[in-house]
């Protein structure tokens, strides 16, 4: 019999793409570990720390960097944000999948990691709103940004957008459910290469 190793999808898109919500769901039908990113942003209405993000302090997170503790980390809106080695190293050893949601620079970081582990799992895609209009509706409909904060996002989504083409996959966004078919068809496909199937 043989087994695979796991898969690292990395998943990136402007803020309002819908990518947060296909990496949830995908962690919640247990087709993989969501990896929990740290920021050092305050958290937001019903979020919780350890589930959205590890909610840091800046000091804590400066001393996580000095002790090398991640994978990749970035400043975006004035916040840090990073992914912590503990959050993937040991699922993707064992042929867990693991989920990433994180931005353009974060995602340049891994893709420039020389650990053989990682860049075997990794697989990329890139989450893109159908229209700027489109994204404004979506930023405005979640009612938790002032208008300020949504003309900033909508200003870093136009320039993350003109990054789609360093990615492996370019996933149009449609309606949800659509959106979330080929985003898990995609992990699939990946599972069935036979470069990931190792022996016993």
């Known amino acids: ?11 990136s898109g402007p ?3 819908g990518k947060t919500t296909l990496c949830r769901r995908l962690a919640d039908e247990q087709e993989a570990i969501y990896s929990t990113s740290c920021t050092t942003r305050p958290a937001r209405e019903g979020e919780k720390h350890g589930h959205d993000y590890h909610f840091l302090s800046r000091d804590e997170f400066e001393q996580r960097i000095a002790s090398g503790e991640f994978i990749e980390y970035a400043e975006v809106h004035g916040n840090l944000y990073g992914t912590l080695k503990s959050e993937v190293m040991d699922h993707i050893a064992t042929g867990t999948d693991v989920v990433m949601d994180i931005d353009v620079q974060g995602a340049k970081l891994v893709r420039s990691c020389t650990e053989t582990n990682i860049c075997n799992a990794l697989v990329e895609i890139f989450v893109m709103p159908p229209s700027k209009e ?3 509706a979506r930023l405005t409909g ?3 940004d002032s208008n300020s904060v949504i003309e900033l996002r909508m200003k870093n989504a136009i320039d993350e957008m003109k990054h789609w083409k360093e990615y492996s996959y370019c996933l149009i966004s449609s309606t949800r459910e659509e959106d979330y078919n080929s985003f898990k068809a995609l992990l699939i496909a990946e599972r069935l290469k036979t470069s990931r199937l190792t022996n016993n």
């Open 142 to 144: 979640r009612g938790t």
């Open 134 to 136: 489109e994204l404004r």
């Open 1 to 11: 019999m043989s087994s695979r190793t796991g898969i690292i999808l990395l998943v």
């Open 15 to 17: 803020s309002g793409s």
